[in-house]
Nanobody, 115 residues
Framework: QVQLVESGGGLVQPGGSLRLSCAASGLLFSGNVRGWFRQAPGKERELVAKITSGGITDYADFVKGRFTISNDIAKNTVYLEMNSLNPEDTADYYC?????????WGQGTQVTVSS
C-alpha cells in the first residue's frame, strides 16, 4: 500500500521560511514524479513544484526564486523549502506521487502565513 506522509507545516510570519517533507512508503522513487500542490480556501488546487527521480524540477511562476524542491532517494522523501513566505502562500499543501497513470496523494499539511 502506498502512503505519503507530509510534515513541516505550521504558522509562520510574513518573510519567514518553512520546510515541508513528504515521506513515501510502498513506492520506490524510480520512474515517478513527485511534488506538491496547494489549495487555498475558496480556490482550486494548483501545482507548486515537482521533481523527477532524476532531479529535474519544475516550478509554478508564483514560487520561482522562493521555493526549492529536492529529493533524497535513500530516504524516499521529497522536500519543499519555502522562503520569503507571504500571506498569499497560506494554503493546505498536498504531496503527490505520479507513476504512469496513477497519482497518489498525501493527507495535506496546513501552512499559514500571518503576523
Amino acid at each position: 500500500q502506498v502512503q505519503l506522509v507530509e510534515s513541516g507545516g505550521g504558522l509562520v510570519q510574513p518573510g519567514g521560511s518553512l520546510r515541508l517533507s513528504c515521506a513515501a512508503s510502498g513506492l520506490l522513487f524510480s520512474g515517478n514524479v513527485r511534488g506538491w500542490f496547494r489549495q487555498a480556501p475558496g480556490k482550486e488546487r494548483e501545482l507548486v513544484a515537482k521533481i523527477t527521480s532524476g532531479g529535474i524540477t519544475d516550478y509554478a511562476d508564483f514560487v520561482k526564486g522562493r521555493f526549492t524542491i529536492s529529493n533524497d532517494i535513500a530516504k524516499n522523501t521529497v522536500y519543499l523549502e519555502m522562503n520569503s513566505l507571504n500571506p498569499e502562500d497560506t494554503a493546505d499543501y498536498y504531496c503527490f506521487a505520479r507513476r504512469a497513470l496513477t497519482t497518489y496523494w498525501g493527507q495535506g499539511t496546513q501552512v499559514t502565513v500571518s503576523s
